[in-house]
T-cell receptor
Framework: GQQLNQSPQSMFIQEGEDVSMNCTSSSIFNTWLWYKQDPGEGPVLLIA?????ELTSNGRLTAQFGITRKDSFLNISASIPSDVGIYFC???????????FGTGTRLQVFP | DTEVTQTPKHLVMGMTNKKSLKCEQHMGHRAMYWYKQKAKKPPELMFV???????INESVPSRFSPECPNSSLLNLHLHALQPEDSALYLC?????????????FGPGTRLLVL
């Protein structure tokens, strides 16, 4: 099925560093969602974005809905070991009722 | 409360077995979803129920049969599965289908078909 371009594919960082990842789409979305998934568990919603240009924070996480409606960014500040996991973006466009998922960013944090 | 529960957590079945996966939410959500997820891949949509009626079937083989007995429950009946059907099966729910609704996922059922 259709997937969003998400980058980077993986990141290996040291504890305390900041992290940035993004998703881009060829079509316009009206909702962007960011999820984190631990191995063998379901995705957990981190941040939901509903308006172009919107910037939303959840603790050390900040996400933005791109002004073009075709991209979104997630930043994690001062990473800690429990940030390890796979991060998925997901978007919903105006002409479909389905969520389209990004390919995922695998984050490893070293102490 | 944004909890979606799924049972069982793990399931091993043979290719001739019949089993069912269960999903439950008590958030008053009217849309419920089944996804299949292979390792290191994003979730793939299988079925969508909206107001207890099947609204989307993503060309899923008939050996997977969804059922929505009421607005809080969603089942996935499995019969004559193949080893390649082994995956994490995720249930999700949202307030309604379409619009700008946010989907909340359950913890998943890890299925192994032998």
């Amino acid at each position: 099925g259709q997937q969003l371009n998400q980058s980077p594919q993986s990141m290996f960082i040291q504890e305390g560093e900041d992290v940035s990842m993004n998703c881009t789409s060829s079509s316009i979305f009206n909702t962007w969602l960011w999820y984190k998934q631990d191995p063998g568990e379901g995705p957990v919603l981190l941040i939901a974005l509903y308006k172009a240009g919107e910037l939303t924070s959840n603790g050390r996480l900040t996400a933005q809905f791109g002004i073009t409606r075709k991209d979104s960014f997630l930043n994690i500040s001062a990473s800690i070991p429990s940030d390890v996991g796979i991060y998925f973006c997901a978007g919903r466009s105006y002409n479909t009722d389905k969520l389209i998922f990004g390919t995922g960013t695998r984050l490893q944090v070293f102490p | 409360d944004t909890e979606v529960t799924q049972t069982p957590k793990h399931l091993v079945m043979g290719m001739t077995n019949k089993k069912s996966l269960k999903c439950e939410q008590h958030m008053g959500h009217r849309a419920m979803y089944w996804y299949k997820q292979k390792a290191k891949k994003p979730p793939e949509l299988m079925f969508v129920y909206s107001y207890e009626k099947l609204s989307i079937n993503e060309s899923v083989p008939s050996r997977f049969s969804p059922e929505c007995p009421n607005s809080s429950l969603l089942n996935l009946h499995l019969h004559a599965l193949q080893p390649e059907d082994s995956a994490l099966y995720l249930c999700a729910s949202s307030q309604d289908q379409g619009g700008i609704e946010t989907q909340y996922f359950g913890p998943g059922t890890r299925l192994l078909v032998l």
